[in-house]
């Protein structure tokens, strides 16, 4: 039964991208599985086939943020999430947006709510102008600097 288990671990850690694994058990023992990276076998080569799978998540990561770079080459701004938690278009769900896209809003105007830890943290614009883009949907998990609204302070 212990060697069943034992080789399926191996199984997991050779098929994945991994190249640790350590159990620790409720009863105080630990197991640690360790890739050997080093050998020249094919058993490396699953290993770079598993790869290119996390890859192919990180491009849509990239597109948000490269919207804004547009934006930004045009002479608009972006404004970006000073912390990280939940975006809120509005101060409820009955509510109406704060801002949408065509709004004229002012410096210091509140454009959204950031809710972190059970927080909910007004988010004031740091220019004033018009609102080109919203770049976040409604209850979306935001990032510290996550880009959030373009706007065109002309």
């Known amino acids: 039964m212990l060697k069943q288990r034992l080789k399926e671990l191996i199984d997991i850690v050779e098929e ?3 190249n640790e694994l350590e159990i620790s058990t409720w009863w105080g023992r630990k197991i640690r599985i360790t890739k050997n990276t080093s050998a020249p076998s094919g058993a490396t080569q699953p290993s770079p086939a598993a790869a290119p799978g996390p890859p192919e998540v990180m491009p849509p990561v990239i597109t948000p943020a490269a919207s804004p770079a547009a934006a930004e080459s045009s002479n608009h701004h972006t404004i970006t999430s000073p912390i990280v938690g939940t975006y809120y278009a509005a101060a409820s769900p009955d509510a109406s947006p704060y801002i949408k896209p065509g709004d ?12 972190a830890m ?5 988010i004031e614009s740091d220019v004033a102008g018009t609102v080109v883009e919203i770049l976040v949907e409604n ?3 935001v990032e510290f600097n996550h880009p ?3 706007v065109d302070p002309a």
């Open 104 to 115: 004229r809003i002012t410096k210091g105007q509140t454009i959204c709510i950031v809710e």
């Open 16 to 18: 994945s991208g991994i």
């Open 118 to 122: 059970k927080i909910m943290n007004e």
């Open 139 to 141: 209850g979306t998990p």
């Open 148 to 150: 959030l609204v373009v």
